[in-house]
């Protein structure tokens, strides 16, 4: 299995990124994804996930209104459109995996990639 992040790069406040999720591996439309953010010295945190068949979304509160998590089943891919974007959005961001259910805490996901990095200059 292979979950593969990219998009990250240095933005100025207000700035957009666009991140992608490349899966393989696994029958990817029967899981669901979420992204994670981890800035140093803090764990993981939940940012957006998106249901298997992308019916359903769910956004933490620091992050809804300016990022869209959305996924192509037939690219095996998951986006996170980050928009608005703050200093405090800056960190490694994680996409993660979840056969048919998952929730905001990172132990329900099985499968992660190995990061990005965003950072969002002030």
């Known amino acids: 299995v292979q979950l593969v992040e990219s998009g990250g790069g240095l933005v100025q406040a207000g700035g957009s990124l666009r991140l992608s999720c490349a899966v393989s591996?696994?029958?990817?439309?029967?899981?669901?994804m979420g992204w994670f953010r981890q800035a140093p010295g803090t764990e993981r945190e939940f940012t957006a996930r998106i249901s298997w068949n992308g019916g359903t979304t769910d956004y933490a509160d620091s992050v809804k209104g300016r990022f869209t998590i959305s996924r192509d089943n037939a690219k095996n891919t998951v986006y996170l459109q980050m928009s608005s974007l703050k200093p405090e959005d800056t960190g490694v961001f994680y996409c993660?995996?979840?056969?048919?259910?998952?929730?905001?805490?990172?132990?329900?996901?099985?499968?992660w990639g190995q990061g990005t990095q965003v950072t969002v200059s002030s």
């Open positions: 591996g696994l029958t990817f439309s029967t899981y669901d």
């Open positions: 993660a995996a979840s056969q048919f259910y998952s929730s905001r805490l990172a132990a329900q996901y099985p499968y």
